[in-house]
């Protein structure tokens, strides 16, 4: 005997399915940012909605195709589409186009104290916020992901065969290093304390470079493609996907090399393809490939608890509100969960 559960739609949702808001789009979700107590979420068909205390905007039709790239520069949301256009949004839903290159897609986006830049095909350019035309950055190989340090001094490039890290001298020209290792990488991103600088690979592994040394070394062994990947706290851990566990790689004292990670199961031969760490804990959300969510504790294996139930569709976004009150989940069905992260009474 079995249960039709379409008659009793409670009994397979958690308490935070139950007491958040759920959104049935049948669009698939390309991107989310969090912005002061607001979520940003991009879409394929283009549009942008912003989430705010369990409710939506309209829709914001920014594209015309898919929203590639999303990142966001104080009150303001950045968007790159495979349209050509570079977009500024407001909260309001005011659009101001920065850069429009037709039929080149913009790949990646990102700024940091209203210097703004984006990359299409092999260049990346870069809006200094005192001036209007941008400086371009020309690389041998087509950009596969952009990253500021926390300070905003060094922009990182990952291309194929590497990542150039440029940076601005005194005399306010700009100087390049090539950090350079064979085959493709994607995202990158520095460590908060800015030390290492690591990339995803189209080849299933993590590759990192130490800075102060640049001794690198690869992080392999994971059975699909990263698409997912962030530091926790003050760089104490590297969360990853692309396995069946969410894997965490030490980053603490002389970082990984020669040490095990922390691999932390959820369901068996699922695989996680997104990852978000909690701000200010040492924990991480993880999402994966059938739609359910998981909040863990990195260094208590037996410390989870299931935020989402599963859709059947691939988790292709987690984001966190500011006050770390909310989480936003959006998966590539369409299917978004908002809720409150605390119970009522620790509120």
């Not at 698939?28 to 939506?56: C, E, K, L, W, Y």
């Not at 304390?193 to 080849?203: A, R, W």
Request: proline share 3%.
């Amino acid at each position: 005997m079995t249960a039709d559960v379409d008659q009793f739609p409670e009994l397979d949702k958690t308490k935070f399915e139950q007491r958040g808001t759920e959104f049935k789009l049948k669009i698939p979700v390309t991107n989310a940012v969090s912005i002061g107590n607001s979520i940003a979420v991009g879409f394929g068909d283009g549009t942008v909605r912003i989430f705010f205390s369990g409710q939506s905007s309209e829709p914001i039709k920014a594209h015309d195709g898919v929203v590639l790239c999303m990142s966001t520069d104080g009150d303001n949301i950045l968007t790159g589409g495979d349209d050509g256009r570079f977009l500024k949004i407001s909260l309001k839903g005011e659009i101001t186009e920065i850069t429009n290159f037709g039929s080149r897609w913009v790949d990646h986006v990102t700024a940091h104290n209203g210097n703004l830049v984006c990359s299409s095909g092999k260049v990346v350019y870069y809006w200094d916020k005192n001036k209007k035309v941008p400086k371009s950055l020309d690389h041998d190989s087509t950009i596969g992901g952009l990253a500021f340090d926390a300070k905003g001094r060094r922009l990182a490039v990952a291309r194929y065969g590497g990542v150039t890290v440029w940076k601005k001298d005194y005399s306010n020209k700009w100087k390049s290093t090539k950090l350079d290792w064979k085959g493709s990488h994607n995202k990158v991103s520095f460590s908060p304390d800015g030390q290492y600088l690591v990339t995803s690979m189209q080849e299933n592994q993590i590759h990192c470079w130490r800075l102060k040394d640049k001794i690198d070394f690869a992080m392999s062994g994971y059975g699909s493609k990263i698409k997912s990947f962030g530091f926790v706290g003050d760089s104490k851990y590297l969360a990853t996907s692309g396995a069946i566990d969410a894997i965490c790689w030490p980053f603490d004292g002389d970082g990984p090399m020669g040490r095990s990670p922390i691999c932390l199961p959820y369901l068996a031969n699922k695989l996680v393809t997104y990852v978000e760490p909690f701000p200010n804990e040492n924990a991480i959300f993880s999402g994966l490939n059938e739609g359910s969510v998981f909040l863990s504790q990195i260094e208590n294996t037996n410390n989870t608890i299931i935020i989402r139930s599963f859709t059947g569709s691939e988790v292709s976004a987690i984001a966190v509100t500011e006050d770390r009150s909310h989480v936003l989940i959006g998966d590539m069905g369409g299917n978004i969960l908002w809720t409150s992260i605390w119970d009522e009474e620790k509120k």
